[in-house]
């Protein structure tokens, strides 16, 4: 079944002795992004409250993975928390916004779900592209130098991923901008509690205190390495074999290191003053959108 025909037939109505209801979405809403920008952070604070159920496994990408899509909506549906509690139910996915590279994901999950309340954090693009690209090395999806990723920014996939308001473009053809939030890490940081409530609210659950939680740090990078082929096999194994299986973190943990065995550890990089030029240059443009349309404070972002 092709995708055109597969999304509007889940949408449709049953009828019950007369009586009209349409079929329950699950979930209600979803983080969609900026890789690199917090979300690991928000899943966990969303997961902390009594009424909100987050998948088991973070990274779904059920919307921008054909091998995904393919399993089927009952596949997809089966990854959530099924308590009577909940009023919200939610993933985190940020490859559902890697336009170009991952297209069409907004008018999918609109089809799916157009009512679904979508959450995107947006992060000095600047750090986001050191960040994205030590956490592509840590994974062993990139293994290039730094200054290799500068030779054509235009084709590096992780560079679109920072031009937020183009991100967010693709769901706002689809989707009412009411149900979309927009955050700043930048906001996060300085006022983390306050944003959690303003989610709360968003979503539509109780106030509830996470202070336990968001005095936490999440997914910070940590030590990075350049693995070795042997390391680089064991990752892609666990990509395709463990990652999207609901198993414990400390089982997961075990892979990375393993693959870390005999790997060079990376420093950050430190971005030279025409690399910085470059990348304010492709950003510019979209952060000064993005601020127009959102109310994102961005002009700090490209200060000295």
Known sequence: MTTATFWPTFSKKYTVLGIAFKMKKIPNFIVIGAARSGTTS?????????????????????????AYEKKGVNWYQDRFPKRDNLLAIGEASTSYTTYPYAPDVAARIAAYNPEIRLIYVVRNPLERYISHFLQRTKAGTETRQFDETFQDLEKETFTWQGRYYYQLSQYLRVFPKDQLLVISFDRIKSDTNQVVQDLYHFLGVSEFSTEEVTSKTHNAAGNVYRKKLFGLLVLRFYRAYIEQRNFPFRFKKFFSTVANWGAIPVDKPVLKPEQRQ???????????????????????????
């Open 42 to 66: 928000l899943f966990q604070y969303l997961d902390a409250h009594p009424q909100i159920g987050m998948s088991p496994v973070k990274e779904l990408n059920f919307f921008s993975r054909p």
């Open 278 to 304: 470059q990348l304010i240059d492709f950003y510019r443009e979209d952060s000064q959108q993005l601020s127009d349309t959102f109310s994102i404070p961005t002009k700090h972002w490209f200060d000295d």
